[in-house]
Nanobody
């Protein structure tokens, strides 16, 4: 089982940027697709970005160009660059597969966007 450790969250003001990182406990090279999710307070966890081994990328519910997902199959990391952050981006962010069966969920990393 692959386990993920997310980091990089924090408290920022609207318009600022954060770069989230997710480190896997094992190789992700054989995982065709990986993704970032977020769970806002009182809401369900939702997928925000996914990336395949071929480099195919898709975002959901994010304005084009504001978030950028990437993966490094050598370092077994998945990153999410988030720019022009808004209060509605406030959530706990997680990484995992974009489809079931999911790996065990990590602790996530908290992002708070507030003026």
């Amino acid at each position: 089982q692959v386990q993920f450790v997310e980091s990089g969250g924090g408290s920022v003001r609207p318009g600022e940027s954060l770069r989230l990182s997710c480190v896997a406990s094992a190789s992700i090279a054989n995982i065709p697709h990986v993704a970032w999710y977020r769970q806002a307070p009182g809401q369900e966890r939702v997928l925000v970005a996914r990336i395949g081994n071929t480099g195919a990328i898709a975002y959901r519910g994010i304005e084009p160009g504001r978030f950028t997902i990437s993966r490094d199959n050598v370092k077994n990391t998945i990153s999410l660059q988030m720019n022009s952050l808004k209060p509605e981006d406030t959530a706990v962010y997680y990484c995992n597969r974009p489809v079931t069966p999911f790996f065990p969920w990590g602790q996530g990393t908290q992002v708070i966007v507030s003026s």
